[in-house]
């Protein structure tokens, strides 16, 4: 009687373990690649990862959000401590952080938008919509504020 | 010359068999958030200063309701897709990434939800 062929069984035996942990080439001192923390900050990318910030702040943002529209349909004591809040100095924080945040996204969303759609791909046209997007965002949080607080103060 | 089969390719959804569902629903969000955040930075004015009886006016007016109703499930569906984004790119142990993805969905619903609650509440006077 003669042995079954067995190739998948004599290949698997046969094959090099490739794990990195069981690799003694992966565990050689080899070059790795630049990191982020190699190259000098520019625009581009500081903008690219301030997207990213901006939206998890955001995210936080929006337990504020609901706390507040949750309070409002508590009843008016609930509301009146949520608007004590946001009237208080670190209330006053919060919305301040918020807002940035906003803005931000919003301008770097818009400017997102434009490249989806094929335009501003060219290094120069990158820059100058990354510096108009950082004056608008300015613009428009500085703008909300004096409206902000000429309605609040 | 490419290996991907006829049928893969008129799929279109790729080596993840998602497609692009992910990708279109985040700009599309996205292009609605533009004008409704603006909405939601007059909202905010409206409601300086105001008592409880104002927010109920305000929210009493179909309109306010309806466009904040648009702003928050629009704006919880981007922060979810976002959120997943972020999660999926730093965190590689897979099953801290599945639960963290699994959370930010939950609670981004509960949220959603409450926020909805809160509006629908409001407009129908309190």
């Known amino acids: 009687m003669t042995t079954p062929y067995n190739g998948f069984a004599r290949t698997v035996r046969g094959a090099r373990d490739v794990r990195p942990e069981n690799n003694k080439m992966a565990q050689s001192q080899r070059p790795l ?106 613009t428009l949080t500085a703008v909300a504020w004096m409206i902000g607080l000429r309605i609040g103060g | 010359m490419s290996l991907r089969t006829p049928l893969g390719r008129v799929r279109g959804l790729g080596a993840a068999r998602e497609g692009t569902g992910h990708f279109w629903a985040q700009r599309l969000t996205a292009v609605a958030l533009v004008p409704l955040t603006f909405f939601f930075v007059v909202f905010v004015f409206l409601m300086i200063g105001a008592d409880h009886a104002r927010a109920v006016a305000l929210m009493g007016n179909p309109l306010v309701a309806v466009i904040m109703l648009l702003f928050i499930v629009a704006g919880f569906y981007h922060m979810k897709l976002g959120m997943q984004v972020v999660i999926e790119d730093y965190i590689h142990h897979e099953g801290i990434k599945t639960a963290s993805v699994l959370l930010v969905l939950l609670g981004s619903f509960a949220l959603g939800t409450a926020c909805v609650f809160a509006v629908l509440k409001l407009a129908f006077g309190g």
């Open chain 1, 33 to 138: 690649s630049p990191h982020l923390e190699i190259y000098k900050p520019q625009l581009t990318s500081v903008l690219s990862i301030f997207h990213r910030l901006t939206g998890v702040g955001l995210a936080v943002g929006t337990l504020f959000l609901t706390w507040w529209l949750i309070a409002a349909a508590i009843g008016p004591g609930a509301f009146e401590t949520t608007q004590a809040f946001y009237g208080s100095w670190f209330g006053y924080l919060v919305l301040f952080g918020f807002s940035v945040c906003l803005f931000y996204h919003l301008c770097n969303g818009v400017r997102h938008l434009a490249w989806d759609l094929g335009y501003g791909f060219e290094i120069e046209d990158v820059y100058r919509s990354g510096w108009a997007m950082l004056a608008t965002s300015v």
